[in-house]
């Protein structure tokens, strides 16, 4: 993880939830999607690679009811310091890149029947490596389910932050294909989630760096960005925006 990465989520991690729960409604709706997409079922032994806080995982577990505790696994020990006690709830701090390469072991019995990635694939340097590397850690059940926003995205944020994201953002095809190359069926579909948010608290938002493309400006930049947003929605006390992921799944191939 880069030094950059690193210290962008110690510095969040405490505000990480607040952050980004504008909707809790959205959080349940997203982790019935992720379910729904890999067709979970409770006795899976799951595992939720750069899980962070748990946000999304803890939603999962209330809902789908794991029969063995779900690996939540995240290199950066304040995000995973935020992961509530929980039976259902196992932490692991490791990168996707120790665990693909066997650095950091499976302390799982047997192999992964889901892997789940939300929103963590583009912090990984060496994607296709990591995608083999979790590929050979599945059951025959197995699959994979990589969750992303595509290189162009509809958040209110400034040009210069939606320019840089573009750059930053790895394409869902590029994934989808590292998945095939891995060997395992793979497909790409879209998921758009309507959100509302509160205009005041979406700047509150933009001047935490809620996003790490925002870690990418100087203060002055941001500022300037925040007043270039504030232009943009000054009669908009409500902002709402659609907010589309890539669904990108890989499962592994009968027989
Ligand atoms: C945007 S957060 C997503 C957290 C969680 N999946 C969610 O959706 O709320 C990205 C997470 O990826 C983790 N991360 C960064 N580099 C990683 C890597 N190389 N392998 C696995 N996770 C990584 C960060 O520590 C952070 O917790």
Known sequence: MSEQTAQHYARLASTYDELWTYDPDHIRQ?????IDALRL???????????????????????????????CVDPTPAMLDQLPASPGLRPLLASAEDLASGHVGLP??????????????????????????????????????????????????????HDRFEELQPEPDEIADLLAAAGLRASVSYRTFHVTVDRARY?????SRYMSVLDE?????????????RRAYRDDPVIRFDDHFAFVTGWVRPG
């Open 30 to 34: 997203f982790s019935r999607a992720m």
């Open 41 to 71: 079922i409770p006795s899976d032994a799951i595992a939720d690679i750069g899980c962070g806080t748990g946000l999304y995982t803890r939603a999962l577990c209330e809902d789908l009811r794991p029969a063995r505790p779900v690996l």
């Open 108 to 161: 799982t019995a047997g192999p992964l029947d889901a892997v789940i990635m939300k929103e963590s694939i583009h912090h990984v340097p060496d994607r296709r490596g990591v995608v083999a590397g979790l590929t050979s850690m599945l059951s025959r059940h197995g699959r994979i389910l990589v969750v992303m926003l595509p290189t162009t995205i509809s958040h209110p944020l400034f040009r210069a932050a």
């Open 203 to 207: 700047v509150h938002m933009l001047e």
């Open 217 to 229: 400006f100087s203060e002055s930049e941001l500022a300037a960005g925040i007043e270039q947003f």
